[in-house]
């Protein structure tokens, strides 16, 4: 079985609306792609996705929904100047160092996750 | 000076007076299965002698949003005055063939799950209108799912005060501290709706949310 896993670098997305961005997310998850996202979504946009899933559901014999993950790599003891640093970075460019794993619940049966790690169970 | 504060002092008495009468609109939110429905009841047929929904083992059981007018509720001479709002599971994939498992038919299963997504969608819309929210966690279950974190969230984005209810605490894999581990900012009380386990410790901090709410 092939399993496609596209990544979205953050810029490609930066500049969306939330609007835009759940639909850009949405249409390329339906197509059995797992996306692997540079960034995080704000919870608003997260229930937004959700929603839309929904909605997808509904109209799709095929679409089940989506399996979602957002992985925050542990914090590194950065001390006090770099981490000042990071932080405006994170403010300015978004928080590059997050990612969200987007998949079709198709595919993805569940997202496994620790600090270190994350696992992906396909079906 | 004396004209500012006489008009202060009368506002201050009268608000009171409307703030201690006004309804709380208490919203019970989760994922599918945490018992929601289990606690909503255990609250109603405490304080009204009601039941508000069924509960059940098959997942999405409720499906619309179920109200529950005027439940006063009393604690330590404290009375409050409650609007409950218990929601349907918030899910990120429904598929019609795990309710088959439950010994549902294709057809029954289906219509469970078209109806299960437009519970979904209601849940979500509803989430504006509370006033305090209880989010109900199986304690047996990982609590790092992201459908908890967006829940919660979500929550804290709209600045809805948040009380964690660590449920199925009568279960042999429940885990309390696992639960306070993923959510070290928030109130986390373990309880069993069904067993009624730690109800009293329930209510105390129902009403601590409810003075942290507008």
């Given at each position: 079985m092939k399993v496609s896993l596209q990544f979205i670098p953050y810029a490609e997305i930066a500049y969306l609306s939330s609007y835009q961005r759940v639909k850009k997310l949405i249409s390329t998850v339906s197509h059995d792609k797992i996306l692997l996202i540079q960034g995080r979504l704000r919870p608003e946009e997260e229930t937004d996705l959700i929603q839309d899933a929904m909605k997808k559901i509904r109209k799709s014999r095929r679409f089940k929904g989506v399996e979602l993950a957002t992985f925050l790599p542990k914090n590194k003891n950065l001390g006090f100047f770099k981490g000042v640093r990071e932080k405006i970075a994170s403010a300015i460019f978004g928080d590059r160092d997050i990612f969200t794993v987007v998949g079709p619940a198709t595919i993805v049966k569940e997202i496994k996750k620790d600090p270190t790690k994350l696992e992906l169970f396909l079906k | 000076m004396v004209i500012k504060i006489i008009p202060n002092f009368i506002t201050r008495i009268f608000f009171n007076l409307f703030r201690k009468k006004r309804k709380v609109k208490l919203g019970f939110y989760g994922p599918p299965n945490s018992g929601k429905t289990t606690l909503a009841n255990r609250i109603c047929k405490d304080w009204t002698g009601d039941e508000m929904g069924k509960a059940s083992?098959?997942?999405?059981?409720?499906?619309e949003i179920q109200e529950k007018e005027e439940v006063v509720i009393k604690h330590k001479n404290k009375e409050l005055k409650f609007k409950l709002v218990d929601t349907p599971g918030i899910a990120t994939k429904i598929d019609y063939e795990d309710f088959l498992k439950f010994g549902l038919s294709t057809r029954e299963a289906k219509k469970r799950a078209r109806e299960a997504t437009k519970g979904v969608i209601e849940s979500i819309k509803w989430l504006?209108?509370?006033d305090s929210v209880i989010v109900v966690l199986d304690s047996s279950k990982n609590p790092y799912s992201q459908v908890n974190i967006t829940i919660v969230g979500n929550l804290v984005a709209r600045k809805i005060p948040v009380l964690i209810v660590a449920n199925k605490t009568d279960l042999r894999g429940s885990n309390i501290k696992k639960v306070e581990a993923a959510f070290p900012e928030y109130d986390v009380v373990g309880i069993s709706a069904k067993k009624g386990k730690n109800i009293e410790e329930f209510y105390e901090s129902l009403f601590n949310l409810v003075k942290k709410s507008k």
């Amino acid at each position: 079985m092939k399993v496609s896993l596209q990544f979205i670098p953050y810029a490609e997305i930066a500049y969306l609306s939330s609007y835009q961005r759940v639909k850009k997310l949405i249409s390329t998850v339906s197509h059995d792609k797992i996306l692997l996202i540079q960034g995080r979504l704000r919870p608003e946009e997260e229930t937004d996705l959700i929603q839309d899933a929904m909605k997808k559901i509904r109209k799709s014999r095929r679409f089940k929904g989506v399996e979602l993950a957002t992985f925050l790599p542990k914090n590194k003891n950065l001390g006090f100047f770099k981490g000042v640093r990071e932080k405006i970075a994170s403010a300015i460019f978004g928080d590059r160092d997050i990612f969200t794993v987007v998949g079709p619940a198709t595919i993805v049966k569940e997202i496994k996750k620790d600090p270190t790690k994350l696992e992906l169970f396909l079906k | 000076m004396v004209i500012k504060i006489i008009p202060n002092f009368i506002t201050r008495i009268f608000f009171n007076l409307f703030r201690k009468k006004r309804k709380v609109k208490l919203g019970f939110y989760g994922p599918p299965n945490s018992g929601k429905t289990t606690l909503a009841n255990r609250i109603c047929k405490d304080w009204t002698g009601d039941e508000m929904g069924k509960a059940s083992r098959v997942p999405h059981e409720t499906r619309e949003i179920q109200e529950k007018e005027e439940v006063v509720i009393k604690h330590k001479n404290k009375e409050l005055k409650f609007k409950l709002v218990d929601t349907p599971g918030i899910a990120t994939k429904i598929d019609y063939e795990d309710f088959l498992k439950f010994g549902l038919s294709t057809r029954e299963a289906k219509k469970r799950a078209r109806e299960a997504t437009k519970g979904v969608i209601e849940s979500i819309k509803w989430l504006d209108d509370m006033d305090s929210v209880i989010v109900v966690l199986d304690s047996s279950k990982n609590p790092y799912s992201q459908v908890n974190i967006t829940i919660v969230g979500n929550l804290v984005a709209r600045k809805i005060p948040v009380l964690i209810v660590a449920n199925k605490t009568d279960l042999r894999g429940s885990n309390i501290k696992k639960v306070e581990a993923a959510f070290p900012e928030y109130d986390v009380v373990g309880i069993s709706a069904k067993k009624g386990k730690n109800i009293e410790e329930f209510y105390e901090s129902l009403f601590n949310l409810v003075k942290k709410s507008k």
